[in-house]
């Protein structure tokens, strides 16, 4: 409202409507042609009340119609994650921990010395010494590296391979983890459709959905982490493999890359049983709580008196 000035609306038909405002002369507001709003104080300038609060309500039809139909695909992916995630934890689930549990007893605490893949020079060049006889004096620390890398696996030049039976066990085990993290998203976002709004007492139900909520994002911040790890691996064997290129004739660097490779191995077999254990854990947990996940709330209050 305008202060010290008063509005009044007269009808006159159906298409024309003035309005006079005390103490304003010549400013009026009128239809001009159907259905056409016209603003004008008799300098042609605007008016912006009638914009800003007049003018939405010609369209307010049509945002209700968005509104529904906005609505209609909400209700249409909730019913569609309800579904997913409903089979994963009840299909899904104890196929991927039958399937997993028999990869994992394929990977065998044995099998330790088949991994070992370690480039070592075929023969080491000992470098020509400085005169003759006991003696001799000893070469310097420097031409002490001066050991081609033709001596090593692959040639100068060429490239030097990883751990061929890591990388292929690794590229098996990194869809598992993804997969893992996908199908936890999906439990993760229908139990978070299914909490209701928050209200006072009665609460326990609600309480169970958040903490299924959190243990399925610790699953997925987890196996975020076994995929970080991998690169990790690659890093500190090639700074290892560096060195040997450069050192061959150190014997403890070759050791070392062994143990790597060796622990990257049992790390490996570690994060599958991971894998199969939290698909186990998580069937066993919804399953027996599904009640209180899909209805948080009961709506017997007959039962609280």
């Not at 009044?8 to 298409?15: D, P, Q, V």
């Not at 609460?203 to 903490?211: H, Y």
């Not at 700074?239 to 004739?249: A, C, F, H, R």
Request: neutral net charge; aromatic residues 6%.
């Amino acid at each position: 409202m305008w202060p010290g000035r008063h509005r009044e609306w007269s009808a006159c038909g159906s298409a024309s409507a003035a309005c006079h405002s005390a103490g304003t002369p010549g400013r009026h507001f009128g239809l001009a042609g159907p259905g056409l709003l016209g603003v004008g104080d008799g300098a042609g300038s605007p008016n912006l009340y009638l914009l800003q609060h007049l003018m939405p309500l010609a369209v307010m039809a049509s945002p209700r119609k968005l509104e529904q139909d906005v609505q209609a695909k909400v209700d249409s992916f909730r019913a569609r994650i309800a579904q997913e995630a409903e089979d994963l934890v009840s299909t899904f689930f104890p196929q991927k921990l039958s399937e997993l549990d028999s990869r994992v007893q394929e990977l065998r605490l044995q099998d330790l010395s088949r991994i070992r893949s370690v480039p070592a020079p075929e023969s080491l060049i000992a470098p020509d010494t400085v005169g003759d006889g006991p003696n001799r004096d000893p070469p310097p620390l420097q031409t002490q590296s001066s050991i081609k890398v033709l001596a090593l696996p692959g040639g100068e030049g060429q490239l030097l391979r990883s751990n061929q039976h890591l990388v292929e066990l690794i590229e098996r085990v990194k869809p598992e983890i993804e997969l893992l993290r996908e199908k936890c998203n999906t439990v993760r976002m229908w139990v978070q459709l299914l909490i209701p709004k928050v209200e006072d007492g009665n609460n326990f139900g609600v309480s169970i959905q958040e903490d299924t909520v959190d243990q399925l994002w610790t699953v997925e911040s987890t196996a975020a982490s076994y995929l970080r790890r991998f690169s990790t691996y690659y890093n500190t064997r090639a700074k290892l493999v560096s060195k040997i290129v450069k050192y061959p004739q150190v014997e403890d660097y070759r050791r070392t890359v062994a143990e790597v490779d060796e622990n990257e191995y049992l790390s490996v077999r570690q994060i599958l049983l991971h894998v199969r254990n939290q698909y186990a854990t998580l069937h066993d947990v919804i399953l027996k709580n599904i009640e209180k996940i899909k209805t948080p709330r009961s709506t017997n209050t007959d039962n609280l008196y």
